[in-house]
């Protein structure tokens, strides 16, 4: 851990969904970008958590059958979203001068005769929150039903690994590339012979970080773990 690769805040504060509507989270990522390219700088967008009714309403189709209630929906103004390549990123709260992650970047509808994202329309976000109860006995060895080779490190050690005393707080920013970096615990997975195809994932202590299924590779040993070097 350095100034510039520190882990986000979970979402400790009441997990109601309707305590978020309306409110503006901020997104990160390197997906595409106004002329349908891949960007090479780090963007960011304020984008509005909007009712899972009004949301469903936008597009049946597809949040009518995809929408759950471990997801909740985000849209930014005219043109403004996360798009092919962002899946995995998160969306932040800043709350009392701490960032939380509450969403990840799940899903968004495609463009009627492309491939690639309707910026228009809303996009589903993993609800983070939903997930506590879940993330919490993976770093309990005891609980696993599954043998490991994942180092052993004591339970109470790995509790202490989040840290809500640090845990949110922005590095001193620098410049690379022309962006200035202010959320230090965004990272990358993906296969070693092609960065282009990974995904972001969010740091949420030293040792564990949390992002898309699809993204993890069943083979470690094809897939590679970056922060701090975008």
């Known amino acids: 851990m350095n100034k510039y690769v520190q882990p986000v ?80 990123g998160g969306m932040f709260f800043e709350i009392g001068g701490k960032w939380f992650v509450r969403g990840l970047v799940s899903f968004i509808p495609l463009g009627s005769s492309t491939e690639q994202c309707d910026s ?46 640090t845990c949110g707080m922005k590095s001193s920013s620098y410049v690379k590339n022309g962006t200035s970096w202010t959320l230090p615990w965004l990272g990358f997975v993906g296969p070693w012979y092609d960065l282009n195809s990974g995904c972001t994932i969010t740091l949420i202590s030293e040792w564990y970080a949390v992002g898309p299924a699809h993204c993890m590779s069943t083979n470690s040993v094809d897939s590679i773990v970056i922060f701090g070097s975008f």
Request: with cysteine; charged share 20%.
């Open 120 to 165: 228009l329309k809303n996009t589903a976000y993993t609800d983070v929150a939903k997930y506590l109860d879940w993330i919490k006995p993976y770093i309990d060895q005891r609980v696993l039903s599954y043998d490991s080779d994942v180092l052993n490190i004591d339970y109470v050690e790995k509790l202490r690994l989040f840290n809500f005393q």
């Open 9 to 88: 805040c979970l979402w400790t504060m009441d997990s109601n969904q309707e305590l978020i509507v309306g409110k503006n989270g901020t997104i990160v990522g390197f997906g595409l970008n106004e002329q349908d390219v891949v960007s090479d700088q780090l963007k960011q967008a304020l984008i509005g958590v909007v009712d899972p009714l009004s949301c469903i309403a936008s597009d049946r189709g597809v949040f009518g059958t995809h929408l759950t209630s471990d997801m909740f929906c985000g849209k930014g103004q005219k043109g403004v979203s996360a798009c092919n390549g962002d899946s995995g």
